[in-house]
């Protein structure tokens, strides 16, 4: 079994920033994509960053310039680096993630059970 556990979520005024980190465990042969996703009471969920295993990333306009996807493939984690942080950016962050278990079986889809950010005065 594969487990994706999040931490680092909280409480921060606007302006102010976070660092949110994923940790993968268990039985894994090799973690492709990763990626972190959002979603907001009353919204649907969106990815905000990805980060393939060759290091391309991608974000969603909104958090461009502010936040900032990185891994350590080592440690099996994912980071979210989240500057300049808006009331908008409110949400149950969750980490998702491309995980092989074993040589030859096909990478499947994991997901961790979300962090709260909230970014209040």
């Known amino acids: 079994q594969v487990q994706l556990v999040e931490s680092g979520g909280g409480l921060v005024q606007p302006g102010g920033s976070l660092r949110l980190s994923c940790a993968a465990s268990?039985?894994?042969?090799?973690?492709?994509?990763m990626r972190w996703y959002r979603q907001a009471p009353g919204k649907q969920r969106e990815l905000v960053a990805g980060?393939?295993?060759?290091?391309?990333?991608n974000y969603v306009d909104s958090v461009k310039g502010r936040f900032t996807i990185s891994r350590d493939n080592a440690k099996k984690q994912v980071y979210l680096q989240m500057n300049s942080l808006k009331p908008e950016d409110t949400a149950v962050y969750y980490c998702?993630?491309?995980?092989?278990?074993?040589?030859?079986?096909?990478?499947?889809?994991?997901w961790g059970q979300g962090t709260q950010v909230t970014v209040s005065s």
């Open positions: 980060l393939t295993s060759g290091g391309s990333t």
């Open positions: 268990g039985s894994i042969f090799s973690i492709y994509g």
């Open positions: 998702n993630a491309d995980v092989q278990r074993q040589r030859g079986l096909v990478p499947e889809d994991y």
